[in-house]
T-cell receptor, first 116, second 116 residues
Framework: DAGVTQSPTHLIKTRGQQVTLRCSPKSGHDTVSWYQQALGQGPQFIFQYYEEEERQRGNFPDRFSGHQFPNYSSELNVNALLLGDSALYLC???????????????FGPGTRLTVL | DQQVKQNSPSLSVQEGRISILNCDYTNSMFDYFLWYKKYPAEGPTFLISISSIKDKNEDGRFTVFLNKSAKHLSLHIVPSQPGDSAVYFCAVPRMYSGGGADGLTFGKGTHLIIQP
């Protein structure tokens, strides 16, 4: 049983460009959350998708957007990239919305984004 | 504003001894606490959790202690093994208005190094 998968593993972009990161949740999971982990920091919650809708959002600007597909996979899009967007982007999946983070969240290995 | 604080960026412990990782939190309304472990090039994995109605939870070599009056929790690993070398994150459910919870709020992490 595959866990959470993310692609690509690494990505290098320049300032002002746009990027799309992809995530496939663990089998049986229907909720996907995205996190940004900057160097030396803990993961920070970006937003969560359930039933193809953005349910909650952390303190991130509208340059960060996402999408969830009918098969529960998800994309994270970042527009107008800034140097400060360089980070590890983690996707986490879980089952159901009601339990939220009280249900164990399974994380993918992340996508390392470098903005030059 | 850090709601969850891990004040030790790193900790070095000899193999076989006890490792104690600490975490402080600011909001007395938090009712659930989690520890995640992260190896390089992997996503965080759930380790152990504790509800605020308890003051101790044990799972094999791992025990988490909760001191609500001090708003402090600690993770004890006994005995420490080389495979325990990783970054450990303390986390709480991210509450939003309306009483729900979505993602997790993480501390900055403590890098535990087990020396042979």
């Amino acid at each position: 049983d595959a866990g959470v998968t993310q692609s690509p593993t690494h990505l290098i972009k320049t300032r002002g460009q746009q990027v799309t990161l992809r995530c496939s949740p663990k089998s049986g999971h229907d909720t996907v959350s995205w996190y940004q982990q900057a160097l030396g920091q803990g993961p920070q919650f970006i937003f969560q998708y359930y039933e193809e809708e953005e349910r909650q959002r952390g303190n991130f600007p509208d340059r960060f957007s996402g999408h969830q597909f009918p098969n529960y996979s998800s994309e994270l899009n970042v527009n107008a990239l800034l140097l400060g967007d360089s980070a590890l982007y983690l996707c986490a999946s879980s089952y159901g919305l009601a339990g939220g983070p009280y249900n164990e969240q399974f994380f993918g290995p992340g996508t390392r984004l470098t903005v030059l | 504003d850090q709601q969850v604080k891990q004040n030790s960026p790193s900790l070095s412990v000899q193999e076989g001894r006890i490792s104690i990782l600490n975490c402080d939190y600011t909001n007395s309304m938090f009712d659930y606490f989690l520890w995640y472990k992260k190896y390089p090039a992997e996503g965080p994995t759930f380790l152990i959790s504790i509800s605020s109605i308890k003051d101790k939870n044990e799972d094999g070599r791992f025990t988490v202690f909760l001191n609500k009056s001090a708003k402090h929790l600690s993770l004890h690993i006994v005995p420490s093994q080389p495979g325990d070398s990783a970054v450990y994150f303390c986390a709480v459910p991210r509450m939003y208005s309306g009483g729900g919870a979505d993602g997790l709020t993480f501390g900055k992490g403590t890098h535990l190094i087990i020396q042979p």
